[in-house]
């Protein structure tokens, strides 16, 4: 708060995060500027390097990914829920853990789903750019973001993303993601199922 308000400027992510600044703390929506993020070239990794990091994780294709912290506003329980559609698929989780984690692992149990998600802990730009080339689809879930980088990552891959519909994802992702409800496990099936259609897949590509 006192560093909002003492700098002379602001730079924002995204308009959302620029409104949500002017919401929280009444500032002058003319010091707020916006700068998007944006990635650089993706790595492309020798084939032989990325089989021998699938190995290291035992990841087997078909996979669908998430990829980021593992906290409450990332909404993993949601995908993991969905996952009980998808028998003969696997679901990567890449990122380390961040807090209140516990109820995900809980629920992987719960529903006995110790075979088919993997988590992975934390992984190294190698390692991210080789789940992000051999996916079927990069999952964001998020009920909260500012940006969203995985997203953007993923695209810069060819890899075809679904998104929650929040504002940030409606700003960043436009038309070029399937978005849905993050709080209706019935439209991330539907979008799972959708996105292994080729023309689909080719279309958002």
């Known amino acids: 708060k006192k560093s909002i308000r003492k700098a002379k ?8 995060t620029k409104n949500e600044i002017i919401k929280t703390y009444g500032i002058d929506k003319k010091k707020i500027f916006i700068a998007y993020n944006g990635v ?33 506003n990332k909404n993993i329980p949601f995908i993991i829920k969905a996952m009980t559609n998808f028998p003969n698929h696997k679901l990567v989780i890449a990122g380390k853990k961040g807090w209140l984690f516990e109820d995900i ?22 390692e991210k750019w080789t789940l992000y080339k051999n996916a079927q689809a990069l999952v964001v879930p998020s009920l909260y973001e500012g940006f969203g980088i995985p997203a953007i990552e993923a695209q810069k891959t060819k890899l075809p993303v679904i998104a929650s519909n929040i504002e940030v994802y409606k700003e960043i992702l436009g038309e070029s993601a399937i978005l849905i409800n993050p709080l209706k496990t019935e439209e991330l099936i539907k979008a ?14």
């Open 192 to 205: 799972l199922n959708d996105i292994q259609i080729n023309s689909l897949a080719k279309k958002l590509i």
């Open 40 to 72: 650089g070239q993706a790595r492309m990794i020798p084939d032989r390097i990325g089989s021998k990091i699938l190995e290291k994780f035992k990841i087997e294709k078909p996979y669908f990914l998430y990829l980021g912290t593992l906290k409450p």
């Open 9 to 16: 400027a602001i730079v924002a992510v995204s308009q959302f």
């Open 105 to 126: 692992f809980k629920l992987v149990t719960e529903l006995k789903l110790e075979q088919q998600i993997i988590f992975t802990d934390f992984i190294n730009e190698t």
